[in-house]
């Protein structure tokens, strides 16, 4: 078993991360705490891996639910830039999940690119394909003028109240 | 078989981990769990019990698990509903401990390139497999494996760096 680990650090992981999970087997995992009680470097690895799987999980995106529309909303200032992971995260969140009434809060987001508006149609695509809409909320100015130029505020409703957006989509006002 | 004081003090981070993924990190009785399984593996080992130099880890978890399944026994016998329960799968880091090393992970995710991320977090959030992640992402073998020791160095640095300076984490 050792010798395994040490050799092979994807291995390793692959190991760690089921451990962590809880998904070994009684036997096995008894045996992988026999190993690292006795060895300092794959318990040094198992905490690394903690942090990391930590750092990752770190929701880039809150998401709701307000009856049956999902509310997303960034954790912290994004840009939807080409180059950010925000933008990706976002997408998957949508496209992942398979919501399909959607409302994106963008009240912290400060600027877009044409990947971000190019991803922001996908969504939108992805939510009407579903029977659903994708509408935004609280887009500031620099936004909102980018939304404008490109006519894309004539296909992606915008609204500057939380209810009254939800309420469009249909349902009693929250 | 001898164990110094340093030795037990190096065990006992390792026996917390153990005892807390059994028992849970919110268990009250953590630190007298860890006290009893360290004080019962040094009695062996005064007393030449530990006969097998390559088996002390399995020795050590034997008494862990012991020490766990009597602390557990006697928490049914004294309460019907004992308040103690594992943790969900993935809360292994206490909230208190996460707290401290916030901004240190933050830092260290910041050190990672988007392309790096997006492999993690498939590898660790996503649980695709390591052929998966070079089949969608077009990366060699080696390219991973560079991508995954990397990140894994930084993190190990956090937490060396926190259990050799606790305290400074906040701070750095």
Redesign the interface.
Known sequence: MSTNFHEDPVYREEFITAYLRRRLTADLAEQWESHYLACDDCFEEIRATELLIRGLGEPMVERRRVNDVTVLRFAQGAQLLASSLELSELSNVIRLQNDSKVLIDLSRVSRIDSTGLGVLMNCYCHAVKNAGALKLLNADAPVRRVLSVTKIDSVLQMFEDEAAAIASFGLPQA | MNFSGEDLE??R???R??VC?DVGFFCPDVDDIVQEALMRFMLAAREDKIHNQA????F??GI??NVVSEYRRRNMRDEPMPEVVPEP??K??AESE?FE?RD???Q??EQLS?RD??V??A???E?KS?DEILKQTGMTDEN??VV??R??ER??A???ERTQHPGNSRHS
Do not use: D
């Open positions: 190096r065990l981070p390792k026996v981990f153990k993924y088996a002390v880890g399995a050590l978890n862990c698990r799968p993935g292994s880091i996460l090393l240190a992970i933050a260290g995710m988007e991320r997006r993690l977090r590898f660790y959030l649980e390591k991973f494996r995954l020791c990140a894994k993190f190990r956090i937490y060396l």
